[in-house]
């Protein structure tokens, strides 16, 4: 996957915070050619993206809606094939079922796995040309176990699950690999709704007795960027939380 340079060109959707700036960060430290997709914000997005440029790295911020089909459309015409595609971008929510609406489940649906279907959809042709393509998929360990009064998202993270490792079987004779990884309580602005009893609860509850950071996380991703055997694996990375 030598690309000139780089060793392979890369996208990382919702990459403007937590897991997905320090996936994009991780890349581009290691000589891949990144863009970072990001919907609102930017700002600490541009902010890494002049300090690499300063070591003779390259990260590109571009800007996507990745629910939506003609912003998918739009970025990847941008940008081109890719070699590495990271689907990480979603939302997240804490309610009841019985006080969930039909908008609240929409919206969980189309951010967190339409979207992976999008940009899947997008790249694919560009990978089956090639023969050789990574795509790595962020679900949860909520997408494993289920999570109480999470349970679109928890829908939504075990489709992610469901789409890899069937996904993984129709593309490996093209030499297409595609992987997931499951996080557990991981210490982003994602988990910013639990109290600091929830966090004490969580960090008890998980055998390592404490939370992950965004980087644990971005070095499992590269383990599958770089690794030339797995395919539909799914990849808890969780302290041991509910093994």
């Not at 050619?33 to 609102?40: D, F, L």
Request: net charge negative.
């Amino acid at each position: 996957m030598e690309k000139g340079p780089y060793k392979a060109k890369v996208l990382v959707t919702g990459a403007s915070r937590g897991i997905g700036f320090a996936i994009a960060k991780m890349f581009v430290q290691n000589n891949y050619m990144v863009y970072a997709n990001y919907n609102k914000n930017y700002e600490e997005l541009n902010l890494l993206a002049n300090d690499v440029k300063n070591q003779g790295h390259t990260i590109v911020p571009i800007q996507a809606d990745v629910s939506k089909k003609s912003d998918v459309e739009a970025m990847m015409s941008e940008i081109g094939g890719v070699d590495i595609l990271i689907n990480n971008a979603g939302v997240s929510q804490f309610k009841q079922f019985i006080d969930m609406t039909e908008e609240d489940w929409d919206e969980m649906l189309s951010t967190n796995l339409k979207s992976v279907y999008l940009c899947t959809h997008c790249v694919i042709n560009y990978m089956l040309s090639n023969k050789s393509g990574k795509i790595i998929n962020i679900s949860s360990i909520w997408g494993v176990t289920g999570g109480a009064c999470e349970v679109h998202y928890s829908a939504a993270k075990a489709g992610i699950i469901g789409f890899t490792k069937a996904l993984a079987k129709e593309m490996a004779p093209s030499g297409i690999q595609i992987n997931c990884i499951a996080p557990g309580a991981i210490d982003t602005d994602m988990n910013k709704e639990l109290t600091k009893e929830d966090k004490k609860l969580l960090m008890a509850e998980t055998p390592m007795g404490k939370m992950g950071d965004p980087e644990d996380i971005a070095k499992a991703v590269l383990f599958l960027a770089e690794d030339k055997f797995s395919t539909g694996v799914v990849m808890n990375i969780n302290g041991g939380l509910y093994i």
